[in-house]
């Protein structure tokens, strides 16, 4: 047996004329220096998970809306390497992405200007595992997905400093 879960995480959608209270200044995360990505705000995620929790199996569709703080050419996310890409596309059409260790680093077929955004999907699946961070500290140094002896999962993330860009 397995369960669905379906999360919606929005942001605030522009009005003209209103503020967008979703933006962001992303920073460099200073815990986590190799993870996050200061160039990018990720508006909205929305994400489509099925876990079987028999198989600790994780299946995921993630659908992000990037804003560019900066002149951007690609989009590079924090992705673990258990996990592995079925497909990506961009503004709709699909692209070539590379996952070159924790990191999903997505090719944009022309650049992005600052303060313009991007809409992104990810198909994934594997059995996630935690993420090793290089750095010790001491209520913990491994983050991401776990799961139990009995299937149940649950997420660890550094609560300490923001991590944008990161799925």
Known sequence: MHSIISLLLTAAVAVPGVPDKGLSEPVADPVYPAYGNPAIDVLHYGLKLDWKPSKRRLTGTARLTVRAVKKIDKISLDFGRALRVDG???????????????????????????????????????????????QYRSDTSKLGLRSAADGSAW???SRTGPSPGSL
């Open 155 to 157: 997420a660890l993330r």
């Open 88 to 134: 990506v596309t961009v503004a709709g059409k699909t692209v070539k992405a590379r996952h070159p260790g924790d990191h999903l680093v997505i090719p944009l077929r022309s650049p992005v200007a600052a303060g313009k955004r991007v809409e992104v999907a990810v198909r994934y699946h594997g059995v996630p595992q935690p993420v090793s961070t290089g």
